[in-house]
């Protein structure tokens, strides 16, 4: 058995996150355009039906929901972004008999209180929180992470020796 679980920082899922945001704007952004074409279309055609109001309500329908769309895919590229900068590199998570590192914070086994996920920020999934028996906590988001949580969660029963395991029942809800 080895002496310890080292886990690296993995950037793949974040920045596949940002190539399908970008994919995603230039999706909307042709489906505006077409939404405008047909927009314009439908006025030429119908112009001597429609009045100002009619026209006006034309145009915002039909071009406010392709521009919201747009909107909002710029906003999930900007935060998938922010995700990618954030992930650091080299050594996330070690685990060992010792005790277990988070993000450079080490804990002892003795002053773990609770390993445990935790509902994440939006885009990026649940988080792996070690709480200390003084109540203080760090974390991770799983995705940052190059392993799988089962993977996790056995180290963890295997290094402290059964006492503590990876609770993942907050994401139950």
């Not at 709480?131 to 974390?139: K, N």
Request: net charge positive; proline share 3%.
């Amino acid at each position: 058995m080895a002496d310890q679980l080292v886990i690296g920082y993995n950037p793949m899922p974040a920045t596949q996150r940002v190539a399908h945001y970008r994919a995603m704007i230039r999706s909307r952004v042709i489906w505006f355009g077409v939404a405008v074409v047909i927009c314009l279309a439908l006025w030429f055609w119908q112009r001597s039906n429609l009045d100002l109001w009619s026209t006006v309500a034309l145009f915002v329908m039909g071009l406010g929901f392709s521009a919201v769309w747009v909107v909002f895919a710029v906003v999930q590229l900007q935060a998938a972004k922010r995700s990618l900068g954030s992930i650091g590199d080299g050594t996330a998570v070690v685990v060992d008999r010792d005790g277990i590192e988070v993000a450079g914070t080490r804990t002892a086994w003795a002053c773990v209180a609770k390993v445990a996920t935790a509902r994440g920020r939006l885009g990026v999934g649940p988080d792996l929180v070690v709480t200390d028996t003084a109540g203080a906590t760090v974390s991770v988001p799983l995705s940052y992470l190059d392993t799988l949580p089962g993977t996790l969660d056995s180290a963890i029963r295997a290094f402290s020796a059964g006492r503590h395991w990876l609770d993942t029942s907050s994401l139950d809800n």
